[in-house]
T-cell receptor
Framework: AQSVSQHNHHVILSEAASLELGCNYS??????LFWYVQYPGQHLQLLLK??????LVKGIKGFEAEFIKSKFSFNLRKPSVQWSDTAEYFC???????????FGTGTRLQVFP | DAGVIQSPRHEVTEMGQEVTLRCKPI?????LFWYRQTMMRGLELLIY????????DSGMPEDRFSAKMPNASFSTLKIQPSEPRDSAVYFC??????????FGPGTRLLVL
């Protein structure tokens, strides 16, 4: 069965620090990959996605993610975080033969001024 | 585009009562998903529909939960009877074929 692992459950950073959140998935076939963000009290919003092509994907608000097929990873990065990035971040994957998304357990990011 | 619309946004009810949550997907989307989010269990897929047909309901917790999609623009998730452990945020999401899922604002359910 497909699964998604987010090893960082809670990350605390100061403003301007660099961010990298890990995401690994288990599925040997072709996949679509997503990062969603959930700000406090709000719904999930798409941050970025990878379907095919350039494995380095740029999303909104300065976020980017790199798909490394050999490592089954899709890590999220941002060179300099802001207080407003405080949120929960979810990695998700779906295989091309299904509409179903498999979500990771989420990483809670707290950014202090 | 109005996005995915859910109602009500908040619901407080007493144990044993019937609860009905409603969702209007984005026009043109043919897949609809119901999720439940709690602190303990995170984000769980309950059921999803494709072209109004339930495809996978393996996440539905028990017979107290049921979902319908009578047409392409409306779906309901019903809990009868409700229990305190059903308290959660319920999200509806929709997508086109094999595309990005867009989430609604959620319904915060509290069962007393």
């Amino acid at each position: 069965a497909q699964s998604v692992s987010q090893h960082n459950h809670h990350v605390i950073l100061s403003e301007a620090a660099s961010l990298e959140l890990g995401c690994n998935y288990s599925y040997g076939g072709t996949v679509n990959l997503f990062w969603y963000v959930q700000y406090p009290g709000q719904h999930l919003q798409l941050l970025l996605k990878y379907f095919s092509g350039d494995p380095l994907v740029k999303g909104i608000k300065g976020f980017e993610a790199e798909f490394i097929k050999s490592k089954f990873s899709f890590n999220l990065r941002k060179p300099s975080v802001q207080w407003s990035d405080t949120a929960e971040y979810f990695c998700a994957v779906n295989a091309l033969n299904t509409d179903k998304l498999i979500f990771g357990t989420g990483t809670r990011l707290q950014v202090f001024p | 585009d109005a996005g995915v619309i859910q109602s009500p946004r908040h619901e407080v009810t007493e144990m044993g009562q019937e609860v009905t949550l409603r969702c209007k997907p984005i026009s043109g989307h043919n897949s609809l998903f119901w999720y439940r989010q709690t602190m303990m269990r995170g984000l769980e897929l309950l059921i999803y529909f494709n072209n109004n047909v339930p495809i996978d309901d393996s996440g539905m917790p028990e017979d107290r939960f049921s979902a319908k999609m009578p047409n392409a623009s409306f779906s309901t998730l019903k809990i009868q009877p409700s229990e305190p452990r059903d308290s959660a945020v319920y999200f509806c999401a929709s997508s086109g074929t094999k595309e990005t899922q867009y989430f609604g604002p959620g319904t915060r359910l509290l069962v007393l």
